[in-house]
């Protein structure tokens, strides 16, 4: 478990995961030891709960500088440029995945940090991976820019565990579902905006073919899975930046009539875009026993409990007048 000692640094804290997880780091740690960059303004929540720092990952001095003023000892690095956003600006892409995760682990190795925790994604498999319970040690072969740099980002956290024995770990996240922030830029977003769109408007227009099946994951067992995993015996793992890790899988067209066991009138309309192509090059299941054996993963929810909690707290914030969406 981390010292009582230690101070915590969250990049992209104002993102989907990092908005989440520093409120749960400042419970487990103390506001004050938990220390929240984002390159954007954070919501006030966030803001007001504890020490917040602007920060670009691409400028090694900025990271620098806040890393000794804090006597940082554990970084989250979430900030990331994601799949469909990333097909926009792909060069941004590269400069922020890639250049802000070197100066992570640069600055980390220069400057003491102990313990490094960067997200994968399921992104970095490709046509060439199996499709279907898509295995721990497998073929990446990635289709977008976004793929390209987790698959890179990996290597280059497991070479940093070999060359400097910095201790760097990270799960491939599958798609990401969350009450609390808005989608994210990313291909599996549909699955988060069909409910706000379900709540709101009682009908939703899916950029995903009816029968696209993805892996994904609730917020919480998202959370769960980062704390597990950064609590872990390092001795124990053989992997570290790479786990898999999943919670359940599920078509487009299955998530919506789960929706409307609960909203009869809700109505769906598929118009595949750009994002297809992308949702057809990753797995449409996940093998993750490697995460459950070698550091206990076990999620919480499967997509009856996740669609009945997901709706009852989007629908109060909706009755309260408090649901922003664009």
Known sequence: ?????????????????????????????GDSRVIATDI???????????PFEKLDVT?????????????????YHLAAILSATGEKSPQ????????????????????GVKQVFCPS????????????????????????????????????GEYYVRKYNLDVRGCRFPGIISSETLPGGGTTDYAVAIFYEAIIHRRYTCFLKPE???????????????????????NRLKHHTNFNVTAMSFSAAELATEIKKHLPDFEVEYRPDFRQAIADSWPESIDDRAAREEWGWQPDYDLA??????????GEKHRQGKLAYP
């Open 305 to 314: 409990r996740m669609t009945a909690e997901m709706l009852q707290i989007l």
């Open 212 to 234: 696209t099946r993805l892996p994904m994951m609730y917020m919480p067992d998202c959370l769960k899975s980062i704390l597990t995993l950064m609590a872990a015996d390092f």
């Open 121 to 156: 994604s399921i992104a970095v498999f490709g046509p060439a991976t199996p499709r279907v319970n898509t295995p721990q040690d497998t073929i990446l072969s990635p289709t977008t820019i976004y793929g390209v740099t987790k698959v890179a980002g990996e290597h280059l």
């Open 1 to 29: 478990m981390t010292p009582d000692s230690d101070t915590i640094l969250v990049t992209g804290a104002a993102g989907q995961i990092g908005s989440e997880l520093v409120p749960a780091l400042r419970k487990i740690h």
């Open 59 to 75: 400028s090694r001095q900025e990271l620098g500088e806040i890393i000794k003023k804090h006597r940082i000892k554990i970084i």
């Open 92 to 111: 941004k892409a590269w400069e922020v995945n890639m250049n802000g995760l070197y100066n992570v682990l640069e600055a980390s190795r220069e400057l």
């Open 40 to 50: 954007i303004q954070p919501s006030p929540a966030l803001a007001g709960s504890g």
